[in-house]
């Protein structure tokens, strides 16, 4: 956003007052306020037609992207050109699918606003399964749909009769952004024959469409083969094919795909020499017509496009042109890396994985490195696939031999089928994974994202999962449930206590189902930054009892208004599962009080409120530094200075961040309640406990933290205390856990 508010210069920013201050320099106009006398009011400007309309980024090769000036001319002309192409029809309805940063939705927004039809916007339910989709689709009585290609590939996946039911009222499906699969067109065509199919072509250089083909429908052109067009220019647009000298081919030739019209845009703002380079004058043409290169190759055959591929390296990856040269001028740019070359390596489901191959001094940590090049690059750019080699290999001519590395990253791994100890459905999952991932996990304990799993491939791994077990599983099961085990426990569940739906928050929702298993079940209780995440690794070393984690009200709905009634919003979570911190604490006195029999009481390093008395007051900044721990991450920069708030929220939103899911305004929330159970906490008062506790303890605290005593009177029982070698916040690493997770085994036996 900093890039982009230097690049942009803006006037004015219409934002909303929490956000104003990462707005620079810009004036703000805050929507969610009233406006005062002196709020900024720019004149209003006439829509002339050079005059811009709006800028989108798009992959630079020198890690800053480059913005796309787009004018109003060529917004209009778009407008008009694509209606008439698409043959949109007053009263119809159109899915907002796209984010506002591609310009996908400029399209939705726009042909719905300007043709007199209804524009309506997804959500992230909608996202959780294709039958989840299909449904939303159905209730949104949608006419036409605008989607990615790589989520359109998992739509046609999983379509069966009864989701193309469902489906029965789309007229149109436009699909664009990289190659179509011809499997899943003709899985489309067969079960949704009447629907129009558009395969659409077009870079945001030429006003978002350029060319489309309809691959269904009543107008398709499409004989059903391999070879999938992407059709004839929208009106008012045209193409050539050209040689390196920008001379037109003859017709069958391959070349470089140019196109022409009104609708290319202005240029790259403050990028002259590269406006130059790709925008031309095409000499040959009569009246040496304004042409963008677009880079990509392509032939006329059959009286239809085709395209062939990039003339350079480039890659669409997430629906975001990734330029492997940005990655490896990013990796060059990390300390030891001496050579790095990055190829896009193509999955058998669609899309690429990029692997990275170094030469380094010593061997750099892949996890390292992720991290380095998240401050530059965006998620979709950051390599799936890491190889460590004493040089790259070259060709005759000096250069890296790119061929050569991937056969190299393709070559059969000595344990190319799933581990011989997995169980069945262990073995399934595997399967599944390796499908969507291009290797196989070499164990259950495995994580998918580690394994270079983003968004796109846990739509994939879930979709494949429904249709091979023939039941729905949501993609959030792949986040709550990232390690093959833990995956196929959460599967395995009995239908009484299988996981929550997705639509009820995931894995930020107020109960998470860590694992099934038989009663009494495991309640943990979430730590200060609401999330019980840290719990998750307890399965492995617990594996009968069915564990659940308790997460704060605050993160998805509205947080408690007394300590009170936050024990007492637990306790009545927990009832219902199973009928009949210190926060721990008071649930367990709480339960008993109401007649429940409490079986086990475990404390993580947790003292009653009165050993916080005197001490000052937590500060929004202690809250965020406690979420910031479920990054694994401390509350230092690279010179050791502490993190302000600003810094941290960057920190939780970075590409491999966990967190990063939950966006600005969800972290805001969650750092908002995090700190209000701590101030409830604060201010409440510790009953006291009729039973025995266990206390499990940080053995590595300062002299003034609080001490084991100070339990004593709020406890009738007995105290025991297992002191473990690590700080507070290290109380979920692997060795801790392994400890906590045998007192808890041993004490649930006895």
Known sequence: MAMALEDARPRLALTRRRWAELCGDAPALCLDEAPSEDAPRPPPRPAE??????????????????????????????????????????GERILQFAPLHFDASIEEIFLALCHGGTLALRDDAMLESMPAFADAVARLKIDVLDLPTAFWHELAYALTPELAGRLSRVRLAIIGGEAALPERARRWRELLPDATLLNSY???????????????????????????PIGLPRPGVAAAIVDAGLQPVAQGEEGELCLLGDALAIGYLGRDELT???????????????????????????????????????LKISGLRIDPAEVENALLA???????????LPLAGGGYALAAFLAADGQPDADSLRSQLAERLPAAAIPDR?????????????????????????????????????????????????QVLGRMPESAQDNFFALGGKSLQAIQAANRLAKLLKREVAVSALFSYNTVAALAQALNAPAAHRPP??????????????????????????PAEGLSWCYLGLARHLPDIAIYGLQADGILGDSPATFEAMVAGYVARARAIQPGGALAQAMAVALAE????????????SYPASSWHGRPEPTLHDALVTVLSVNGEVDADA????????????????????????????????????????????????????????????????????????????????????????????????????????????????
């Open 501 to 526: 739906a997705a639509s009820e928050g995931g894995e930020f929702a107020p109960l998470l189902p860590i694992q099934p298993g038989s009663l009494p079940a495991l309640f943990c209780l979430h």
């Open 49 to 90: 037609p050079e005059r811009p309309a709006y800028l989108l980024y798009t992959s630079g090769s020198t890690g800053k992207p480059n913005g796309v000036l787009v004018g109003h001319r060529a917004l209009a002309h778009f407008i008009a050109s694509a209606g008439q192409f698409y043959r949109i029809q007053a």
């Open 594 to 605: 109401a007649g429940e029999e409490v079986e086990l009481l475990a404390l993580m390093d």
């Open 639 to 750: 010179d050791g200075l502490p993190l302000d708030n600003e810094a941290i929220y960057q920190r939780l939103l970075r590409a491999g961040s966990p967190l990063a899911p939950l966006g600005r305004a969800a972290l805001e929330k969650l750092g908002q309640a995090s700190l209000h159970g701590m101030r409830l906490f604060r201010d409440s008062r510790t009953p006291a406990y009729a039973g025995d506790m266990l206390l499990l303890r940080a053995g590595r605290h300062q002299d003034s933290a609080p001490k084991v005593a100070d339990w004593q009177p709020y406890l009738q029982g007995r105290l025991d205390c297992v002191e473990l070698d690590c700080d507070h916040f290290g109380m979920s690493d692997p060795e801790p856990m392994r400890r906590i997770g045998e007192e808890l085994a041993k004490r649930l036996r006895d």
């Open 334 to 344: 990390c300390p030891g890396v001496r050579e790095a070359a990055v190829i896009g």
């Open 386 to 434: 890491w190889q460590w080699l004493e040089q790259l290999p070259r060709n005759v001519n000096g250069k890296i031999d790119r061929k050569l590395l991937a056969a190299l990253d393709n070559a059969p791994a000595p344990n190319a089928s799933p581990a011989a100890e997995a169980t069945p459905l262990e073995r399934q999952i595997m399967e599944v994974w390796s």
């Open 276 to 314: 130059a380079l790709r925008f031309v004058a095409l000499d040959a043409l009569p009246g040496a017509r304004r042409a963008y290169r677009t880079g990509d190759r392509a032939v006329w055959q059959g009286g239809q496009l085709r395209f062939l591929g990039r003339l350079d390296q480039e």
């Open 202 to 228: 077009g870079p945001t250089e030429a006003s978002i469409i350029a060319t489309g083909a309809a691959l269904a429908g009543p107008d398709a052109v499409w004989d059903g083969g391999d070879d999938i």
